[in-house]
C-alpha cells in the first residue's frame, strides 16, 4: 500500500499568513494526488485535483504543487474560515489512501 | 441540487451487521463511481470501498476484504455497504463519495455524504 505522510502534523497561524504543508508519498504516485478540507463534524470538501487543479469554488489562495513523491498544498493569506484540518489523498493505485492529516489551528 | 445521502447507521454488538445506504441525487447516478470513506472518532479518514457505475469493478481495503460488501442498486439511485463481523474497530462515521470523472482514472472524490455514524459496542 502507499503511504502518505503529511507534515506538519498540526500548525499555528495568523490570519492573513501564508501556510504551508506537505504530503511525502512512500513510492511514486505521478500527479494523482487531491487535497480535502474538513471542518469538525462536517463531510470533507475536495480543494484540489491532480495536484495543482482547483476544483470549482475554491479560492484562489489555494495553491498545490509537486510531482512523484512530494507534494505541497499552500493557503495564501490565510481566512477565518480556513482553519480546519487538510488531508492529502492518493488514487494512483488501490486501496486508495489518505495523509494522516493536518490541523490548522489560530494562533 | 448533487446530493448523497446516507442512512443506516446505528450501535450494533461486536459480531453482528449492519447495512448502510446512500442515496443520490441531481447527477445521473448510473454513470459513477462510487465509494465509501470511514472516519474513526477523532481519527483521520480511511478509504474502504468503491464500485463502477455498472458494479464492474469493485474494490476493498484489504483489512476489509471478506466482511464488507459494497454493491449499488441504479434503478433506485442507491449505494449500499454490507458489514459482517463488525469489530469495535469498526467504530466511524461513514461517508459515500462520489468520483466525479465518469470516463479514465479517478483523480479525487467531489460530493460526499453527511455521513452516518456506526457504534459497534456491547
Known amino acids: 500500500d502507499i503511504q502518505l505522510t503529511q507534515s506538519p502534523s498540526s500548525v499555528s497561524a495568523s490570519v492573513g499568513d501564508r501556510v504551508t504543508i506537505t504530503c511525502r508519498a512512500s513510492?511514486?504516485?505521478?500527479?494523482?494526488l487531491a487535497w480535502y478540507q474538513q471542518k469538525p463534524g462536517k463531510a470533507p470538501k475536495l480543494l484540489m485535483y491532480s495536484v495543482s487543479n482547483l476544483q470549482s469554488g475554491v479560492p484562489s489562495r489555494f495553491s498545490g504543487s509537486g510531482s512523484g513523491t512530494e507534494f505541497t498544498l499552500t493557503v495564501n493569506s490565510l481566512q477565518p474560515e480556513d482553519f480546519a484540518t487538510y488531508y492529502c489523498q492518493q488514487t494512483n493505485s488501490f486501496p486508495y489512501t489518505f495523509g494522516q492529516g493536518t490541523k490548522l489551528e489560530m494562533k | 441540487e448533487v446530493q448523497l445521502v446516507e442512512s443506516g447507521g446505528g450501535l450494533v454488538k461486536p459480531g453482528g451487521s449492519l447495512r448502510l445506504s446512500c442515496a443520490g441525487s441531481g447527477f445521473t447516478f448510473s454513470r459513477y463511481t462510487l465509494n465509501w470513506v470511514r472516519q474513526a472518532p477523532g481519527k483521520g479518514l480511511e478509504w474502504v470501498s468503491s464500485i463502477s457505475g455498472n458494479s464492474r469493478f469493485i474494490n476493498y481495503a484489504d483489512s476489509l476484504k471478506g466482511r464488507f460488501t459494497i454493491s449499488r442498486d441504479n434503478a433506485k439511485n442507491s449505494l449500499y455497504l454490507e458489514m459482517i463481523g463488525l469489530r469495535d474497530e469498526d467504530t466511524a462515521v461513514y461517508f459515500c463519495a462520489r468520483d466525479p470523472r465518469v470516463f479514465g482514472f479517478t483523480e479525487a472524490f467531489d460530493i460526499w455524504g453527511q455521513g452516518t455514524m456506526v457504534t459497534v459496542s456491547s
Open positions: 513510492q511514486g504516485i505521478s500527479t494523482w
